[in-house]
C-alpha cells in the first residue's frame, strides 16, 4: 500500500511539477578550508525530507559526487511526526536545513549533487536532483581536516622516529664515517661540504620518491581500507614477524648484491648530483637489511591514515637518517666524539626485533577478531605482551643473549639499565589485564574487554550488553530494550578500529558512563565482521546493485544508508517507539560531553 501511494504521489507531482515549483533553494560555502556548509532554505508550507527514512517512505535526501554518495553530517535538528498517509514516522526540515560536509569527503571535485524529494499539504514533488558547484580551497592551505591533519603529524614524527633509530643500526652508523670520509677527501673542502649535504638531499628525495610511489599503486580508497582489511592484516602480521627473526638474527634480508655494485659503478662515471643519487641509492640497497623492517613497519602504520601518509612518514624517516650526513659534513669535528661500531649495535637490533614482535600481534588480532577464530583474546594477547616485554627487559639487564652476539664482560650502562626498568614495569602493569583491569594505556592495540572470558571485576556487565553474533538485526535489539524499559545504544564499530578501542577504554569503561549506561541495551554493529551471512542480499545504493556477503557488510551498509555516515565509532540512541533520539555521537574522547549527550 505505502509503494503504491508513493507511486500515485509521483505521478501527480510530476504533473505539477510542470509549472515549475521550486520551494527548496539550495546554497553552498566553503568554511575554513575544512569543510562545505551546505544549506537549504524552504519556503513556507513545505517541507524538505532528511536523509534518514525507513524503507517504504518518501525519498530521503542524499548527496553524490559522480555517482559515489557522500557522508554529510545534519547540523539542524528534524522534525519527527507519524504521517497517515505513509502510516509511518517520517523525519523532514521546515523554513531551513543546515548540512556539514568534509573537504576530504569530496576532494578534486567541482561538482556535488543533491538529490532530494519535497512535500507540502497539499502536493509532492518528485525526485529532484541539483548540481552545486563547489567553491574551491584557496591555494596553499591544508586541505585536510583537523583528525587528519594530527594523523599525518603523528605519521610524520613516527618516521623520524623510525629514521633515528636507523642510524643506530650496523648496516647505517659504520658507513657514516666512511662517506664523510669521502667527501673530505675531494677537492676541497667547501665543495665536499656542499656534496655531502646534496646527499642528504638526495636520500630525502628517494625515500619521498618510494612514499609517492606506494601512494600511486595503491590509491586513497585502497589505503584507507587497509588497516581493517582482515587478510592484509594477517599480511602485516606475518612481514612484521618475518622482520623480527632478521633483527634476532636468524636470517638476514639483502638485496641483491649486484644491485650495489652496479649503482657504485655508475656513481664513479658519473658527475655532479647524478652522481651523489647514485651513491645515496647504494647506501639505501646496503642498508635495507636494518632499514627495511623499520620502513616495512612504519608504511603498515601509515596505510590506514590517508592519501598523504606513506609519503610523510618516508619525509620524517628520511630527514632523521639524512641528517648525520649532513651534519657531520659541515661540523667534520664531531666526528672524533663519535663512539665506534661494536656489540652495542646488535643489542639495539635485538630490541627493535622485541618491540616488531609485539607490533605483530596488534594486526593478527584485528584479523582473529573479524573472522572469529578466537585464537588471540585478549588474556591471550596480553600473556603474549607480558612476555615479550619481560623478556626485553632481562635481555637488557644482560641475563642472556642470541648466538650471533658476542660475549661481553662490560657492565650495564644507566641508560639500558632505565630501559630495563621501563620495559619489566610495563610488563607487570599489564598483568591485571589478565583478570579484567581496562588497562588504558593499551586500549589501542589489545583486543576488546568483552573478548576476555575470566573477569574479576562484578560490575563489567552492568549494562545489557549485545553484539551482532547474538541479535541478527536492529529490531531484535529495539523489542529487547522495549521489554527491559530501556532505550537501545547503537554501536558501530570495527575490528580495526583503533579510535573505537580508545572510546571504550577511555568513555565506555568511566564510571559515571557506565552507571548511565544501565538505562540501555548497547548493541555493539561491527562493521568488518567476516561471518558470512546466510544468504547473500542484494541492495540497491546510489543507484547501484550491490551484494552484502557477511555480517560486516550489512551493518555498514545500515550506517551508511539509515544514517548517513561511514566512520567508526558512531553511536545512535534509539527510544522505545524505534525512533531515533536527537542526533548520532561520533569519535571525541570527552566523557562530559558524552554524558551530556546521552542525556
Not at 642510524?167 to 677537492?187: A, E, G, L, N, Q
Not at 661540523?331 to 626485533?353: E, H, Y
Not at 623478556?391 to 637488557?396: A, E, S, T
Request: with cysteine; glycine share 6%.
Amino acid at each position: 500500500m505505502k509503494k503504491i501511494l508513493t507511486a500515485i504521489l509521483i505521478f501527480f507531482s510530476a504533473v505539477l511539477t510542470a509549472q515549475v515549483v521550486n520551494p527548496i533553494h539550495w546554497s553552498v560555502k566553503l568554511i575554513d578550508n575544512d569543510h562545505y556548509e551546505l544549506r537549504a532554505l524552504i519556503d513556507n508550507d513545505w517541507h524538505l525530507y532528511d536523509i534518514r527514512q525507513a524503507e517504504g517512505g518518501p525519498m530521503a535526501t542524499s548527496f553524490s559526487v559522480s555517482d559515489r554518495q557522500v557522508a554529510v553530517q545534519t547540523l539542524s535538528t528534524p522534525i519527527t511526526q507519524y504521517d497517515d498517509m505513509f502510516e509511518m514516522e517520517l523525519s523532514f526540515y521546515e523554513k531551513e536545513a543546515l548540512f556539514s560536509l568534509p573537504l576530504s569527503e569530496v576532494e578534486g571535485a567541482e561538482e556535488l549533487t543533491v538529490r532530494y524529494m519535497a512535500c507540502s499539504s497539499q502536493m509532492c514533488l518528485s525526485p529532484t536532483d541539483y548540481v552545486f558547484t563547489l567553491p574551491q580551497a584557496q591555494a596553499g592551505t591544508n586541505t585536510t581536516s583537523q583528525g587528519e591533519q594530527r594523523g599525518l603529524l603523528w605519521i610524520f614524527l613516527m618516521g623520524m622516529l623510525g629514521g633515528l633509530l636507523a642510524i643506530f643500526t650496523p648496516c647505517v652508523w659504520p658507513i657514516i664515517p666512511m662517506t664523510i670520509s669521502f667527501f673530505m677527501k675531494r677537492s676541497g673542502n667547501s665543495r665536499a661540504v656542499k656534496e655531502a649535504v646534496l646527499y642528504g638531499l638526495a636520500i630525502v628525495v628517494i625515500y619521498v620518491g618510494l612514499g609517492l610511489l606506494i601512494t600511486l599503486l595503491f590509491g586513497a580508497s585502497a589505503l584507507n581500507s587497509l588497516s581493517t582489511n582482515a587478510v592484509v592484516n594477517l599480511i602485516f602480521f606475518a612481514l612484521l614477524v618475518i622482520f623480527a627473526l632478521s633483527f634476532f638474527g636468524a636470517f638476514e634480508l639483502t638485496l641483491p648484491s649486484s644491485w650495489s655494485t652496479r649503482l657504485n659503478s655508475r656513481a664513479k662515471n658519473t658527475t655532479g648530483f647524478l652522481s651523489i643519487m647514485f651513491m645515496a641509492f647504494t647506501l639505501v640497497i646496503v642498508s635495507f637489511s636494518c632499514t627495511g623492517p623499520i620502513i616495512g613497519t612504519l608504511l603498515v602504520e601509515a596505510a590506514g591514515k590517508s592519501l598523504l601518509a606513506p609519503t610523510v612518514g618516508m619525509l620524517g624517516f628520511a630527514i632523521a637518517l639524512a641528517l648525520p650526513f649532513s651534519l657531520f659534513a659541515l661540523f667534520p669535528d664531531m666526528m672524533k666524539r663519535v663512539p665506534r661500531s661494536g656489540g652495542w649495535m646488535d643489542s639495539f637490533k635485538v630490541t627493535l626485533a622485541f618491540l616488531e614482535l609485539a607490533l605483530s600481534l596488534k594486526f593478527f588480532s584485528v584479523a582473529d577478531l573479524a573472522y572469529g577464530w578466537h585464537l588471540l583474546d585478549r588474556e591471550t594477547f596480553l600473556a603474549l605482551w607480558i612476555v615479550i616485554f619481560a623478556l626485553l627487559g632481562l635481555y637488557l639487564l644482560r641475563l642472556f643473549r642470541f648466538k650471533h652476539e658476542e660475549p661481553t664482560n662490560e657492565g650495564i650502562s644507566v641508560f639500558r639499565f632505565m630501559l630495563a626498568v621501563v620495559s619489566l614495569s610495563f610488563a607487570i602493569y599489564m598483568v591485571p589485564g589478565l583478570w579484567g583491569a581496562p588497562l588504558k594505556a593499551v586500549s589501542a592495540f589489545a583486543p576488546p574487554l568483552y573478548t576476555q572470558d575470566f573477569q574479576l571485576s562484578a560490575n563489567h556487565d552492568e549494562q545489557t550488553h549485545v553484539t551482532s553474533s547474538q541479535l541478527q538485526s536492529i529490531e531484535q535489539a529495539a523489542l529487547l530494550a522495549k521489554q527491559q524499559g530501556k532505550q537501545l545504544l547503537l554501536d558501530f564499530s570495527g575490528y580495526g578500529c583503533v579510535n573505537c578501542r580508545k572510546m571504550e577504554a577511555k568513555v565506555l569503561s568511566d564510571t559515571r558512563v557506565k552507571q548511565r549506561l544501565q538505562d540501555f541495551v548497547l548493541l555493539t554493529l561491527m562493521v568488518d565482521d567476516k561471518t558470512k551471512l546466510d544468504e547473500p542480499v542484494t541492495v540497491s545504493e546510489n543507484g547501484k546493485q550491490i551484494v552484502l556477503k557477511t555480517i560486516g557488510d550489512k551493518w555498514s551498509y545500515v550506517q551508511r544508508t539509515e544514517f548517513g555516515a561511514n566512520a567508526q565509532p558512531y553511536y545512535v540512541r534509539i527510544d522505545q517507539e524505534g525512533k531515533t533520539i536527537g542526533e548520532p555521537y561520533a569519535y571525541d574522547e570527552d566523557v562530559d560531553k558524552f554524558l551530556q549527550w546521552l542525556e
